[in-house]
């Protein structure tokens, strides 16, 4: 059983910083992509970045130059660093991993997802 447990998120003013984490909890045969995704009242879940096995990062623009991904194998960990924080980055945010299973199968797990307000 895989478990993704979010932790970092918090009030922040316009302009501050805030970095989340994700540890994740259990074993997959291959990790195919993680990324952080979040969601505002009202809106629909966005990914706001991926990072995939090789490294390579994508980011949604809005958060371009200000936001990084990154992961620890190691420790099993992916952290989101968010700087210069807008009030329009307020929204529950949620770690995602996509795993390839010993079958070929894809899965997905969510973590539980951890408030960020920005606000003054």
């Known amino acids: 059983q895989v478990q993704l447990v979010e932790s970092g998120g918090g009030l922040a003013r316009p302009g501050g910083s805030l970095t989340l984490s994700c540890v994740v909890r259990g074993s997959v045969f291959s990790v195919n992509g993680l990324a952080w995704y979040r969601q505002a009242p009202g809106e629909q879940r966005e990914s706001v970045a991926f990072i995939a096995p090789s490294g390579t990062t994508e980011y949604v623009d809005s958060v371009k130059g200000r936001f990084s991904i990154s992961r620890d194998y190691a420790k099993n960990t992916m952290t989101l660093d968010m700087n210069d924080l807008r009030e329009e980055d307020s929204g529950v945010y949620y770690c995602?991993?996509?795993?390839?299973?010993?079958?070929?199968?894809?899965?997905?797990?969510w973590g539980q997802g951890t408030q960020v307000t920005v606000a003054n």
């Open positions: 995602y991993l996509e795993a390839v299973e010993e079958d070929g199968m894809l899965n997905d797990y």
